[in-house]
């Protein structure tokens, strides 16, 4: 994932990947994994604020079609050089998230690896606003973010609450599942890693 603020300056993107960010572990964060083990990643994936590209090559790695998107042309670059050296088909677009319906596309299966959370409260409104426009019914998604520190003590003090994610995908969405989870890092202030949601959606038509 990449870090957003309200108005970010895609320098500032690159900036977060001048050294490995905590969240880049090279590998596709465990949660993740267990779902493209079940079979539940399935069709057309779209991985939103992909980074270095773990989870879009996790994707194409099982023969998906496979689409990554970030502002930070550097991690862009990173994953494209992933590609190559695994010999994995996936393509990678410098996309602003905030603008999904701009991609003019649909996709059976979206991924939000530590996105979600990390967006403020604007920029999370137009990015709900068009994952349901690129997410026709029946389509699912899957989101890992971080949970708020009541949920346990290695909780993230800007993460989320049941109820905030409740809210948030109330309209356009069946939450199928909302589990407690963890996410790895590489930051030696979490060496047990940091807690989080694994949620997981499937997109029903708007008002129900």
């Known amino acids: 994932m990449s870090g957003f603020s309200a108005h970010p300056a895609p320098r500032h993107l690159d900036d977060l990947y001048a050294s ?3 969240w880049d572990i090279g590998r596709p964060q ?17 991985d939103v604020g992909c980074g ?10 099982l023969g998906l ?17 992933k590609a190559r050296r695994r010999s994995l088909t996936a393509r990678f677009l410098r996309h602003d998230l905030r603008n999904l319906a701009e991609l003019g596309e649909t996709f059976d299966t979206v991924l939000d690896s530590l996105v979600f959370h990390a ?10 606003a068009g994952l349901r426009t690129v997410v026709p019914p029946t ?13 346990g003590e290695s909780g993230a003090p800007h993460g989320l609450g049941r109820d905030q ?14 589990d407690p989870t963890g996410c790895d890092s590489i930051s030696p202030l979490h060496p ?17």
């Not at 465990?30 to 779209?46: D, K, M, N, Q, Y």
């Not at 270095?52 to 790695?61: F, I, K, N, P, R």
Request: glycine content about 10%.
């Open 52 to 61: 270095t590209g773990e989870h879009t090559l996790m994707a194409a790695a």
């Open 30 to 46: 465990p949660a993740f994994a267990a779902l493209a083990e079940s079979g539940a990643i399935e069709g057309r994936v779209l």
């Open 192 to 208: 047990g890693g940091i807690a989080a949601w694994l949620v997981a959606l499937t997109r029903v038509a708007d008002g129900r």
């Open 165 to 178: 994610i409740r809210e948030s995908f109330a309209n356009g969405w069946r939450i199928d599942s909302l």
């Open 20 to 22: 490995p960010p905590p």
């Open 139 to 151: 389509g699912r998604a899957f989101l890992l973010c971080y949970a708020d520190r009541r949920a």
């Open 65 to 81: 079609d496979a689409t990554g998107i970030d502002l930070a042309a550097g991690a862009l670059e990173t994953a494209r050089q």
């Open 119 to 128: 967006l403020a409260e604007a920029d999370r409104t137009a990015y709900l």
